[in-house]
Structure formats: structure tokens, C-alpha cells
């Protein structure tokens, strides 16, 4: 088969189509991709997804912003550290009636809630890991497809396993893709590590 340079959401489309070579499949296809990143979304958790963002607010609930996966971290800006709590922790304080500094926080749904409530208005600066935004006619390319095509590749492609079924291919693919998510999350884990320079988050409001 040619090869296709994957750049963008046509690129993968057509190379998806290119590796399955079943032309009744061409429909599937973007569904495929759709399903692949709801994947990327479950297991992944690596340094370029993650962003920073900022927020003043002397409510006890700060709404979380629409892509928000999984907290990292929780500071004002002072550089205070906030504390991760349980929920039940957290509802624990506020049976005990605490009050004063706010000093942690835990997750409800699809908000941050500060304990104690602040009271008065507070900076916050929390770092997240943010969903991955999906591909599209308006949304071609994203950093995972910019810096790992093949792992999108591989991964559009597993997923056509319900109507591939006994596909001889599918085992291949398999293997190939869980050995390039590990190789990324090692990769991640390596940039993690403090080497005397601070991590930077890409930046975005709540």
C-alpha cells in the first residue's frame, strides 16, 4: 500500500481506510476515530495534556472548566498548596464547622469545592489534565496526532475489531499500539522528572 503522510483528520481518515482495505467500512471510519480518543481519554494521563488555569472566586464551589479530565494540582496565588481531600473528608470538616483559611479542596461533579469556603475572593491557579480535544472537519490535528500519528494510526484502527472480528491483523495492531502507549507514557514520566527547570502548562482560562 502507498504510504500517507498522517498531518491532519483527511490524512488519518484516509490511511485508516487505506490499512483496513474494506471499502464497506469508509462510513465506519470517523466513528472509529471518535471511539479512539474516548480511549486516549480513560487511559491516559501524560504531561501533554495537561493545562493550567486561572480563577478568583470567594464561593465554596469553583465550576470546573469543560475539558477538565482529572485534577493535578491546587494553589493560590501566593503559592499556597492546596490539599487534595476525600469526599468524605471534606464533608467531615464541614461537620466539624471549620473555618478560617482555606487550606483543601475535593471534586463534586463538575466542580471544585474549597475547604473551608473562602469568603472573601481568592486566587487560584489548579493544573489539570484536559480532555483531548476530538478531530474533525474544524478541528484537524490536535497535539496527540501532531506528535504521535502512529498512535492514532493503530489505535483507529483496533477499533474497527467489531467488524474486522477474526481479522488476522487485529492481533498485530493490538500489540503495536499497547507498546507505543507504554513508550509515550514512559516518555511523559521522563519529562516529569525535575531537571532544574520548572514545568510549563500550556495556559487557558476557567
Partial sequence: MPAIEIADYEDLIAAAADWLNRQDLTDQ???????????????????????????????????????WLEHYSLTTADGGVLEYMTEANSNRAKGDGLAGETFGYTVIGNAIELVPAPGADMELRMVYYAR???????????????KYPD?????VLVQSMPYLKDDARLATWIQLRAGMIESLRLESEAALRPRGGPLIARVRPF
Avoid: C, K
Fill in 29 to 67: 471510519i470517523p466513528a472509529f476515530v471518535r471511539f479512539a480518543e474516548s480511549q486516549f481519554n480513560r487511559e491516559l494521563r501524560v504531561r501533554d495534556m495537561q493545562v493550567r488555569a486561572y480563577t478568583t472566586s470567594a464561593n465554596e464551589l469553583v465550576e470546573l472548566p469543560d475539558d
Fill in 132 to 146: 483531548l480535544p476530538h478531530l474533525g472537519p474544524t478541528q484537524p490535528s490536535n497535539w496527540l496526532l501532531a
Fill in 151 to 155: 498512535v492514532y494510526l493503530y489505535s
